[in-house]
């Protein structure tokens, strides 16, 4: 992860080098020179960018692992139960109403209203696929509800980036194919409060979760309040997963990816999950943007092309490689 | 001392269990039997505490079971449900260990791994202990399940947190429940399970109550029958007493023949029913 992170930092529409690095590092100390133009970029730019790449990884590989967790179910990411589009549809409107309505423009109200989104639209997959006779959700019922509340967000989205002015609307446009351009200091701090604090909360519920894997009416008899676990492990993850994607867009598959591969070379203990897909999540999103800035360089790929591009063969051959039973 | 009184549990005002009261103590064996749809798994779901009745109490120790702390319970009651599904690739020691959720902290300590140990050993799977449990037959998962019952429910001689004027005085009974245990085993196994449950309930301070479909085991291994139809308790008692030709004819609609075998046991014959007798 480190290695990656270095490499990230380096190179870019600009490449840097070590001593770039340093000076700039050393730029920031008082009593040093204004930073160059180049430092700047550094500082300003690349280095905020690299940070929030590893947060939004592990807020999606973390949610991944939750989700997954929740539902029993390997096949399950984080924005098949609506989470994601929801979020993007609260940006979206966001970004067409807010200026119009004149809704203060201050760092928190765009994660607010993905939030915002993000809970609705997952209230809203629960709330459909609860069949009347039991009041439990059935895993199926819960996935295809997703499918179908996800088609309605995305319709949703696009009916918002028609009605929109112009700039209004590539800023969706960029948002639903994921985008990390927008970080700043200020993203990373918001973006690293809901990240860390959701990972911490989730692994107090890791022994919970892992009782939750031999069924819901085992892990009653375990002694877990399943409705309230249910209620706790959602909310962290459309917390963390809403605020992540409200900076930077609908990213896909990492989510889904992350906590396969762990689960392959290492066991299905949601302790190890969690922080491994936190690790995990980062690398790999971070390599991810990489390749999304050296591939059509000095221009760039919205992450989430390249994310879905590289990552659905390899979920493909992880599927046909493991012995999954659905 | 395990208490049903007047309990009711219907859903969408049907009632699969209908007014039920009956009183289970330690150190016996408790078998339900019953037709299909009788309330069977509805009964043990309510007295393990897993669903709630609308009417009537459940009662441990004279304490409603809606009153107790879930993780408290979790220590001295297990359930034995019939076939579980893992969606994920756990090996067998760390699905036996899971047994001891309720008793460890964040992770599972040497006692705990102590205890999956010897439960692992008295049902002879710990040669397959980590294989997946996804690649296992509908028996060996079910003894699988059956030593991480146990385990959650062991205590072992020399566990700390058990003090000895504690364990003399006021050991609190620990509950046992069984939803159709023998599904999948083979006829060794079938035994070799009741054997072990026979010895399990044997002592003084453990509650067990199971539902069988076989009548004979039910007769052979029960201290108390109970039979179940469309809800309710059709009667309860001694194996010998309980399980008579009249009863066996107009719950289950066959005609036992009873074979002396030798010893005690009771050994059954069945034959379909005319239609005409069972109505």
Known sequence: MLAVLAASIRYGAVDFSISDIWSALISLLPGKPDATLDQRIFLELRLPRAFLCLLVGASLGVGGTLMQALFRNPIVEPGLIGTSSGAAFGSALYFVLGGALQIGTSVWSLPIAACIGGIVSTYLVFALARSREESRSSIAMLLLTGLAVNALFMSGIGFLSYIARDPQARSITFWSLGTLTGASWAVVKVVAISTIGGTLLALRYAKQLNALMIGEEEANYLGVNVKRLKWIVLTINVVIVAVATAFTGVISFVGLIVPHILRISGGADNRYLIVGSALLGATLLSLADLLARLSVRPAELPIGIVTAAVGVPVFLSLLRRSRYVF | ?279
């Not at chain 2, 016996?28 to 897993?50: E, F």
């Not at chain 2, 054997?195 to 052979?220: E, W």
Request: aromatic share 8%.
């Open chain 2, 1 to 279: 001392m395990l208490e049903a009184k007047n309990i009711t549990f219907s859903v969408s005002k049907k009632a699969l269990i209908s007014d039920v009261s009956a009183v289970f103590s330690p150190g016996k064996l408790y078998l339900i039997v019953g037709p299909n749809g009788a309330g069977k798994s509805t009964l043990v779901k309510t007295l393990a505490g897993l669903i709630h009745p609308q009417s009537g109490v459940v009662e441990y120790e004279g304490e409603d079971v809606k009153s107790l702390n879930s993780v408290e319970l979790a220590r001295r009651r297990a359930v034995l449900s019939q076939a579980i599904e893992i969606a994920f690739p756990l090996t067998v020691r760390e699905v036996v260990t899971m047994g001891r959720n309720p008793h460890f902290g964040s992770r599972p300590g040497p006692l705990d791994e102590k205890i999956a140990d010897e439960m692992m050993r008295l049902f002879d799977i710990r040669e397959f202990e980590d294989r997946n449990y996804q690649t296992l037959s509908g028996g060996e998962r079910q003894r699988v399940n059956f030593a991480r019952i146990l385990a959650q429910l062991w205590h072992s001689p020399h566990d700390p947190t058990r003090t000895a004027e504690t364990s003399v005085t006021r050991s609190p009974n620990r509950y046992l429940f069984l939803d159709e245990p023998l599904t999948f085993l083979d006829i060794r196994h079938q035994i070799d399970f009741m054997r072990t449950v026979r010895d399990f309930a044997d002592q003084t301070d453990v509650v067990t109550v199971g539902v069988l479909h076989d009548l004979n085991l039910a007769a052979r291994y029960a201290d108390e029958v109970l039979i179940m139809n469309n809800g309710r308790l059709e009667a309860s008692g001694s194996p010998g007493n309980v399980l008579t030709a009249a009863t066996i004819r107009s719950v289950f609609g066959v005609e036992p023949t009873f074979v002396s075998a030798e010893g005690p046991n009771l050994h059954l014959l069945f034959d379909r029913c005319n239609s005409d007798d069972v109505i």
